[in-house]
């Protein structure tokens, strides 16, 4: 069975900063891996999504990539502001349509 | 708007009364799921289904049930609750590669 795990479970950064989360997963025959932000009381929000074929994707500030056969993926974020305070999910599928989700990092920009 | 619809959004109910969580979707996607969020457990996959007529369990599907006879409605039915299944539902659909959520739906058994 899959297992997903995202380190750190927390993190606390000032404003400006560069950060890296990371995800790992145990079984490297996935389909694809996407990244989420949820905002406390509301659903989640997809940020990036990266084929099993693909090493990363870049979007804005932020930049997801891939290594499929040591099960790990990383989410940069550049720049940090406040309002990227969020928790951060990332959720790998399998060829089967199942997805398996991380526990999350919760991230805090401190102005 | 494009969206994913989940009623209701706040449920407190007893053990053993049978209750239905409404999703829908007015995108027209094929692929729709129901998950589970506890803390430091992530979310987890209940149910999800491929099509009209198609569903499969995702990993925790105990004491759920799902049904889609259409393609917009996928609802979440639980039949006997029960206190362990107190907890944050989300619904989900999907397009292409990319799932999108509903506001998800706070449910306490007692």
């Known amino acids: ?111 | 708007e494009a969206q994913v619809t989940q009623n209701p959004r706040y449920l407190i109910t007893v053990t053993g009364k049978k209750l239905t969580v409404t999703c829908s979707q007015n995108m027209n996607h094929e692929y729709m799921s129901w998950y589970r969020q506890d803390p430091g457990l992530g979310l987890r996959q209940i149910y999800y289904s491929m099509n009209v007529e198609v569903t499969d369990k995702g990993d925790v599907p105990e004491g759920y049930k799902v049904s889609r006879k259409e393609k917009r409605n996928f609802p979440l039915i639980l039949e006997s609750p029960s206190p362990n299944q107190t907890s944050l539902y989300f619904c989900a659909s999907m397009r292409g590669y990319e799932q999108y959520f509903g506001p998800g739906t706070r449910l306490t058994v007692t």
């Open chain 1, 1 to 111: 069975k899959q297992e997903v795990t995202q380190i750190p479970a927390a993190l606390s950064v000032p404003e400006g900063e560069n950060l890296v989360l990371n995800c790992s997963f145990t079984d490297s025959a996935i389909y694809n891996l996407q990244w989420f932000r949820q905002d406390p009381g509301k659903g989640l929000t997809s940020l990036l999504l990266i084929q099993s074929s693909q090493r990363e994707q870049t979007s804005g500030r932020l930049n997801a990539s891939l290594d499929k056969s040591s099960g790990r993926s990383t989410l940069y974020i550049a720049a940090s502001q406040p309002g990227d305070s969020a928790t951060y999910l990332c959720a790998v599928r399998n060829a089967g349509n199942q997805f398996y989700f991380g526990t999350g990092t919760s991230l805090t920009v401190i102005p």
